[in-house]
């Protein structure tokens, strides 16, 4: 079965600083990975995703993932953080033997400080 | 719909009785989840309907807990007797089509606003 193990549950940065969010999943099968965001009082959005193809994914809002299959990762970052970044990040896997249902790591929360 | 819609939005209950919590996907996604989110924690994998398929009820937390879909649509989530512990945000989501299934889709869940549940 797959899960997700996500380092760090609060994570505070300076505005402008690179933000590093960390993922690591577990699959018997290759995965397909997601970053989802949920800001404050709202619900959970697609960040970036990734399937097949270019292991270096770019979502919205200037974020970005690197699969590496050798290190069972996908990181997120963000050269450059901003204030309305404050959120709480999900890293999910889809995919493993028996199904395709979607597993989500325990979340990380992105404080901003000015 | 436009989007993935729950309700009620919100459920203020007893310890002890029933609730019936709704999901109505978007039209013609054909995959359906529903996860739990107690507070300021991260989502816990429920249930999943895809398709005619049986469903996957491998993280109902007892059997208190059950849902039902009619078709590839409606959903309800049923909890039995409920108890504080159940007190959380049940949140739904569908998606097109599970990747691999059929290859046609990327696997995004788009998620409803929640059902939050609190019991007395």
């Known amino acids: 079965a797959q899960s997700v193990t996500q380092l760090g549950s609060h994570v505070s940065v300076s505005e402008g600083a690179l933000v590093l969010l960390r993922c690591n999943y577990s699959?018997?099968?290759?995965?397909?990975l997601f970053w989802y965001v949920q800001y404050p009082n709202q619900g959970l959005q697609l960040l970036l995703k990734?399937?097949?193809?270019?292991?270096l994914v770019k979502g919205i809002n200037g974020f970005e993932a690197e699969f590496k299959k050798s290190e069972t990762s996908f990181h997120l970052t963000k050269p450059s953080a901003h204030m309305s970044d404050a959120a709480e990040y999900f890293c999910?896997?889809?995919?493993?033997?028996?199904?395709?249902?979607?597993?989500f790591g325990a979340g990380t929360r992105l404080f901003v400080k000015a | 719909g436009a989007g993935v819609s729950q309700s009620p939005s919100n459920k203020v209950t007893e310890k002890g009785k029933d609730v019936e919590l709704r999901c109505d996907p978007i039209?013609?996604?054909?995959?359906l989840y529903w996860y739990r989110q107690r507070l300021g924690q991260g989502l816990e994998f429920l249930i999943y309907?895809?398709?005619?398929?049986?469903?996957?009820k491998s993280g109902l937390p007892s059997d208190r807990f059950s849902a039902e879909r009619t078709g590839e649509s409606v959903s309800t989530l049923t909890i039995q007797r409920t108890q504080q512990e159940d007190s959380a945000v049940y949140l739904c989501?569908?998606?097109?089509?599970?990747?691999?299934?059929?290859?046609?889709?990327?696997?995004?869940?788009?998620f409803g606003e929640g059902s939050r549940l609190t019991v007395l």
């Open positions: 989501a569908s998606s097109l089509d599970s990747v691999g299934w059929t290859g046609a889709d990327t696997g995004e869940l788009f």
């Open positions: 699959s018997s099968v290759p995965p397909y």
């Open positions: 990734y399937t097949t193809g270019a292991t």
């Open positions: 999910a896997v889809m995919r493993g033997t028996g199904g395709f249902k979607t597993i």
């Open positions: 039209s013609g996604h054909t995959a």
């Open positions: 309907f895809q398709g005619n398929s049986a469903p996957d």
